[in-house]
């Protein structure tokens, strides 16, 4: 019995969000803002990227570059997160949340994107790259030094939030290849395969699911 102030440890869950959480791939949808060759070029490489053909930051300030999206881009794509949010989401973060989880978005996209969709599930934080704009809500670049806008950079900043928040199990949901970077840094790897079921990710997770709804019970 504890006669003193006691902190318990976190149990923490993060949640890739393309593709995962939602069934959209927010910088994708930003290219489509700029028309069909945009797109086009900007959803092979971020497959390429996926599928870890190529690293991340090989393309990461090019599809930006390409498709220099203005504030008002990115409240757009904000509000599609949510009208392609997985089904059981909603239900399952709640869900997660009443057993004691500590949930978190950790993402190689845009945080001003993001926060939309994380306030509707009830998750407090946010790991993404920040965008900046000029005062007229034009592109001004992005964060660079964050470290999802490179490869390896999730199990870095894991790691970064284990030091931070000392938490008692670490668990990682996702569906791309820097998702399973993060393998060695938590202690269970989740694939997610609703939207696209990657053989790389398949194969190297510790458990593979196609519905979020599968994860309590994973994790219980």
Do not use: N
């Not at 910088?27 to 390429?48: C, N, Q, S």
């Not at 203005?70 to 757009?76: H, L, T, W, Y």
């Not at 989880?101 to 009830?122: E, K, M």
């Not at 390896?152 to 008692?168: F, N, S, Y």
Request: aromatic share 8%; hydrophobic share 45%; charged share 25%.
């Amino acid at each position: 019995m504890c006669f003193v102030s006691c902190v318990v440890p976190p149990k923490l869950i993060i949640f890739d969000c393309d593709s995962t959480l939602s069934a959209i791939e927010g910088i994708d949808e930003l290219g489509r803002l700029r028309g069909p060759e945009i797109f086009a070029r900007v959803e092979a490489m971020t497959t390429d990227a996926m599928e870890g053909r190529i690293s991340v930051e090989s393309v990461f300030g090019r599809r930006l570059e390409l498709i220099r999206p203005g504030r008002a881009d990115v409240e757009a794509v904000g509000r599609q997160y949510i009208d392609h949010v997985e089904p059981t989401a909603l239900a399952t973060v709640a869900q997660l949340q009443a057993a004691g989880w500590t949930v978190l978005i950790l993402s190689g996209g845009f945080r001003q994107a993001i926060a939309p969709l994380a306030q509707y599930l009830g998750i407090a934080r946010v790991e993404a790259v920040d965008l900046f704009f000029d005062p007229q809500g034009a592109y001004a670049g992005f964060d660079q030094g964050f470290p999802t806008a490179r490869s390896g950079g999730k199990p870095e900043r894991i790691l970064a939030l284990k030091k931070e928040l000392q938490p008692d199990r670490v668990v990682m949901v996702g569906d791309g290849a820097s998702d399973l970077e993060a393998k060695p840094a938590v202690d269970l790897f989740i694939g997610f395969g609703r939207y696209l079921a990657r053989p790389r990710v398949k194969a190297g997770a510790h458990a593979f699911v196609y519905s979020l709804a599968e994860i309590p019970g994973l994790v219980a």
